[in-house]
Structures are given as structure tokens and as C-alpha cells.
């Protein structure tokens, strides 16, 4: 009787062990939330997307302990986009589908990022740009949509006017087609028409190898400057060939172009010549003060120097990061709902990021934006970080 007694005590105490066990895992699991990640981890543009997620894995290394601290477990979610919509709207259907994704980092491209979130928004998810510059990512006036960088239609009037500082006083405009390359090269065109340069031609191209086409009329018409709008993978191949055929005026692009794979590609052609000048809404992470720390960190971790949007990679998880904090603490430590955690988002006032302090205007964009102009320096790759900054400017977004 007693041996009975005592078995089934045994487990009954068992149970009760394992009914607190599962208790136990249940408080951590519901505790459990994903930060996701959206950017080009496999192809040719992998070189910038690759290194914005990793920017956002450090940040969440090394700012995720105030939310450790609440007893949250947060977890890195990187999806990647392959720079194709399709892929990122398939994507972005997988993310909003888990409910311990609380927020998004991403994009790299605005073809990717416009249509991708227009998921996010329709599931209250809030996403958090650190690269994409096309008006349309806010001018939606979306509550889950936020950018920490500038905006082509002020990208491009920079370009524009710093062609003609050089003295340009004719042009042949080419892009990508994509809704980033074809959208800022047609404010560079407006701003170009306006201050009286000659736009000898205007073309979209999605060739990749042969610009035989393309480079006919721009070798005839000699420009002083050819102006392409898109990536730098599409755009190192055309400035290399038409230097190759004899051009030797002055190459200029955007912050697509803004990769160490571009010199890899065309070397000392962008060299040549009139040189070669991009601009962008991202310089280089040396350039900005709070980023030294992050430079040796990011190398130390990961044995190269971070390429460009690495560092934004970097401020947009840490913004998405306290706003889920901000958004946990006001609803007592509990898991904050994806919405309290856009209107957290929003609501960040004077949020010291390492490339800079950002506020969002009503609109999502930042309330003031960097832009600069590089000149690349090298036909080394090791020192596309190296390029000299040759104008830097602080602009307010336009007026809706």
C-alpha cells in the first residue's frame, strides 16, 4: 500500500513538474519576437545587400539587451529579396504571416520595396528603409512605412546641379527601367532642362552585356557628361564599354551605383577621362561621426569594411528596436501589437543613430536628409571607401 502511495506521488509530482516546465516555456515562447530583414543576399547585388543585414544583425547584438532585459527573446528574421518584386512580395506574404514578426528592415530597391509594402502596410507592419529613395515609399502617406535616407527627387536636382557645376553643358541620360533607376534619372532630366543644359538623349535599357545599341548615339553626340540611372552592376559594364570605344567625357550615377563591385568591374575606366562621380544619400560609414566604433566592430565581426547602407542597416534595426521597447513599455511588458509598434516608430523624436539623429515628418521621411557627391579615387576595389566626398548637403524633404 505504501510502495502505491508513493508511486503514485512520484508522479503526480512528475506531472506537476512537467505542467510547470511547459508553463515555463510557454512564458518564454510568448515572450519570443522576430525583427525581419529584406534585402539581395544571393546575386548581383548581394556585395550592399548582405552587408545591410548584417549592419541590422549587429545592431540587434548589440542594442538588444533593453528588451532582454524585459524578458523578451528577440530573434534576427533575414529574408532575402534577390532585388526582384516577385521574390519580395512573396517574401513579404511569409512575413506577415508569422505573428512574432513585430517589424521589418528593408529594402535595397524601391521596384522591391514599393510593392512589398504595400503588404506590410495592409498587415500593419512596420517597416523601417534604410536605402530606398523613390518618392513613392512615402508619399503613399502609410502609417508603417518609414525611410532614414533622402529621396530621388531631391537625389536628382543634386546630381543636376552639381553636372553643371562641373561644367556640363550637355548630357545623354540612361537608366535601368526600374522605378529607382528610371525615376531619378527623370528628375535629373527636369532639373537638367531647367538650369539649360542640353539633353541630347533620354533611353531605358535592361541590357546587361552589350550597350553597342546605346553607345553609337552617345559616342556621335560626344556629351560632356553621360548620366545613368540605376545599379551599379547594369552601369560599371556601360561606362566601361564606352570608354573602351573612345568616350572621354565625365561618367555620373546615384547611389546605386555605390558598391566596391563597380570598380571590380570597370576598374581603371572610371578612372579615365573626364573621371567618374556618384552621388548618394549614403556616404561612406567613415564619414559620419558616431560610425568609428561600428566600422572596427563590423570588421572585426566580420573580416571586411562594411559597404555602403551598412551602417543605415545598422540605425534602422536600432530604431525598430526601441520602438518595440517603447511600444512593450507601455503596454505594461506584455508583447507589443504590431500597430503600437508603427505608431512607436513614428513617434521617435530626435532618435541618435550612428549616421545621424532622425525624426519622421507625417509622412514617414526623415525630417532632414544627407546627400552627397563621391569621386571615385582608385581602380581598386580595397579603396572604393576611400572615394572623396567632393559636396555634402543637408536637405528637407519637399513639401506634400
Known amino acids: 500500500m505504501f510502495k502505491h502511495m508513493s508511486k503514485v506521488f512520484s508522479l503526480f509530482v512528475a506531472a506537476s513538474m512537467t505542467v510547470t516546465a511547459c508553463g515555463l516555456a510557454s512564458a518564454a515562447d510568448s515572450k519570443a519576437i522576430k525583427v525581419a530583414t529584406q534585402s539581395p543576399l544571393s546575386g548581383d547585388q548581394s556585395v550592399v545587400g548582405v552587408d545591410m543585414k548584417r549592419g541590422a544583425e549587429l545592431a540587434l547584438e548589440q542594442l538588444g539587451k533593453p528588451l532582454a532585459d524585459m524578458g523578451f527573446k528577440v530573434e ?57 529613395t523613390n518618392p513613392k515609399v512615402t508619399t503613399r502617406g502609410y502609417m508603417e512605412i518609414n525611410r532614414i535616407v533622402g529621396r530621388d527627387d531631391v537625389q536628382g536636382v543634386v546630381g543636376a546641379d552639381f553636372a553643371l557645376g562641373l561644367g556640363a553643358k550637355t548630357v545623354f541620360v540612361l537608366h535601368d ?27 531605358g535599357t535592361e541590357e546587361k552585356a552589350n550597350f553597342d545599341a546605346l553607345l553609337s548615339p552617345i559616342l556621335a553626340g560626344n556629351p560632356d557628361l553621360v548620366y545613368f540611372g540605376g545599379m551599379y552592376s547594369q552601369a560599371a559594364v556601360l561606362f566601361k564599354q564606352a570608354r573602351e570605344r573612345g568616350y572621354a567625357g565625365t561618367f555620373l550615377s546615384d547611389d546605386g551605383f555605390d558598391s566596391s563591385d563597380a570598380s571590380k568591374i570597370a576598374g ?102 544627407k546627400y552627397f557627391v563621391l569621386k571615385v579615387n582608385s581602380a581598386d576595389p580595397a579603396k572604393w571607401s576611400k572615394n572623396s566626398i567632393v559636396k555634402t548637403l543637408d536637405i528637407a524633404p519637399p513639401q506634400q
Open 177 to 203: 527601367k526600374t522605378a529607382y533607376g528610371q525615376g531619378i534619372a527623370e528628375f535629373f532630366k527636369k532639373r537638367a532642362d531647367e538650369i539649360g543644359m542640353k539633353v541630347l538623349g533620354f533611353e
Open 268 to 369: 581603371q575606366t572610371l578612372i579615365d577621362g573626364g573621371g567618374s562621380y556618384y552621388s548618394t544619400v549614403s556616404g561612406p560609414a567613415s564619414v559620419y561621426a558616431g560610425t568609428a566604433k561600428f566600422i572596427a566592430d563590423f570588421k572585426a565581426k566580420y573580416n571586411s569594411d562594411p559597404q555602403p547602407f551598412a551602417a543605415q542597416g545598422y540605425d534602422s534595426m536600432a530604431i525598430i528596436l526601441k520602438a518595440i521597447e517603447n511600444a512593450a513599455k507601455a503596454a505594461d511588458g506584455a508583447v507589443p501589437t504590431r500597430a503600437a509598434v508603427a505608431q512607436a516608430v513614428r513617434e521617435l523624436k530626435n532618435f541618435p543613430g550612428i549616421t545621424g539623429t532622425f525624426t519622421f515628418n507625417q509622412i514617414g521621411d526623415p525630417t532632414v536628409a
Open 76 to 132: 534576427l528574421a533575414p529574408f532575402d529579396d534577390q532585388a526582384n518584386p516577385d521574390t519580395g512580395v512573396a517574401n513579404a506574404k511569409r512575413i506577415v504571416s508569422d505573428p512574432a514578426i513585430l517589424a521589418i528592415m528593408g529594402h535595397y530597391n524601391s521596384g522591391v520595396q514599393i510593392p512589398s509594402s504595400e503588404v506590410y502596410h495592409t498587415s500593419g507592419l512596420a517597416n523601417v528603409s534604410p536605402a530606398n
